[in-house]
């Protein structure tokens, strides 16, 4: 049987850095528009956030967009570093009642993915990074291994896999630090979310890391194999290796920067067996709109021709 390939697109791709970014039914409608088979929702920018679609009518509303505009809900990403404005990130503190709020927003979430059919939970260490001075190394990895592990478990118990998106703007981003936290928490409904820019930061320029940096020779090509059958999703985009806000490798489109997908694509496609591929430009401009246009159809192009090639003759 032949594999699928399927092309996402995150709404948050067309909130961020414009003057007047695009709203969920805005971005919505251009990615049905642009020939787009799913979307990954941004619970945050406006977007998919909690209070807009805490009823059922307001859930049944978007769940009748999406399939009016022929989108699968692919992933929802709650806001980055857990960020609930009113209370401390929880990797930092010891208040339980603190991190038992974050668990209940949690909570929230994975409800309202099991309402839509959403099948992927985008998390994160919940703090920016490296990390803050005066702060315990070893206590807040302890404290990372022991949430993903409860929201690992949470995921699995609604049939929600729970996806790690590795960000130089994070802790924990040193190739050596990715796969030993995968080893702590030990839970197979925790998987990662490999995006060719962050894990260009990751294996090629050190972007944020704690130092000494660590780097790889064989760049992500030798991280992913080291990966293999624990890549759960997969966000594509190019980058020049220079840093958008200090936040992550810049994300901009195919062509425009140094990643080479035909040396890529072999390697990602033998060790990531999913079937969605995500269109993850972030260029901070209205650049984005052409490189969203472009991108769906490089994406289909050169991941159908490398799936295509690892299948073999019919």
């Known amino acids: 049987m032949s594999r699928q390939v399927k092309v996402s697109v995150g709404t948050w791709c067309m909130a961020f850095g414009m003057d007047r970014p695009a709203d969920l039914e805005q971005a919505l409608k251009v990615a049905g528009a ?5 979307v990954e929702l941004a ?5 998919v956030v909690l209070d807009r679609y805490s009823d059922s009518s307001a859930r049944d509303g978007l769940r ?24 401390p990130p929880w990797p930092t503190t010891d208040d339980r009642d603190v991190v038992a709020e974050h668990d209940r927003w949690w909570a929230r979430y994975f409800e309202f993915a099991a309402t839509l059919g959403i099948k992927g ?42 996806l790690w998106e590795v960000e130089s703007g994070q802790p924990f981003n040193k190739p050596s630090e990715i796969v030993r936290l995968l080893d702590d928490v030990g839970h197979p409904n925790l998987q990662l979310l490999y995006d060719t820019a962050h894990f260009h930061a990751a294996t ?5 890391q704690v130092q000494p940096e660590e780097l790889l020779e064989g760049g992500q090509v030798e991280l992913i194999r080291r990966l293999r059958g624990r890549i759960g999703h997969v966000h594509l985009c190019d980058t020049d290796g220079d840093v958008t806000r ?26 990531y067996e ?39 003759p019919i």
């Open 121 to 162: 939970m985008r998390i994160d260490p919940g703090m920016r990074g490296p990390l803050p001075y005066g702060v315990d190394y070893n206590q807040v990895w302890d404290r990372v291994v022991e949430m993903y592990g409860r929201l690992a478990e949470r995921g699995a118990e609604t049939g929600c896999s729970v």
């Open 204 to 208: 090629v320029t050190g972007h944020n």
């Open 246 to 271: 200090n936040f992550f490798s810049r994300k901009i489109g195919f062509g425009k920067g140094v990643v080479d997908f035909e040396e890529l694509l072999p390697v990602l496609v033998d060790c």
């Open 34 to 38: 642009f020939g787009f088979d799913g």
């Open 274 to 312: 999913g079937e969605w591929w995500c269109v993850d430009v972030i260029p901070f401009s209205s650049q984005v709109w052409g490189d969203l246009w472009d991108g769906v159809a490089f994406v289909r192009d050169v991941v159908g021709r490398h799936v295509g090639a690892a299948a073999g």
């Open 64 to 87: 009748t967009m999406l399939d009016d505009l022929g989108l699968h809900p692919v992933l929802l990403a709650p806001a980055p570093h857990g960020a609930i404005a009113r209370i």
């Open 43 to 47: 619970g945050f920018v406006d977007h």
